[in-house]
């Protein structure tokens, strides 16, 4: 992978991780811990309709943290120089795979042999 490309995809990460974080904290979420815990108004008359609200709170949290450990993740293998490897075969990952999605652990083949 060219320098350049590889710049511009940490780049991407940097944002996208710094777009999770801000959409974190809209919802009242602490990055870090154990637990998820949101900030969900209370003052609802319905408490299914509160409880119900919560509960799609919570799960779009979850997705964001579990993003967010992916992009850290990917910018850490860049720190360590393992970014762009296959973690399962060791190949080089295509870079219109890591264009596509610059989490990218796997290759298109392992990907597909894995059905992940």
Known sequence: METSEYGELRVRLE???????R????HGAAEDGDGVEVAVDEGFADSGHATAERSQVLAMVE????HRGEIVA?????????YGRCERCGAEIAYERLDARPTARLCLPCKQAVGA
């Open 63 to 66: 997705g964001l943290l579990e």
């Open 23 to 26: 959409q974190l904290a809209d």
């Open 15 to 21: 944002e996208e991780l710094a777009a999770v974080r």
């Open 74 to 82: 990917a910018l850490e293998r860049m720190d360590e120089g393992r």
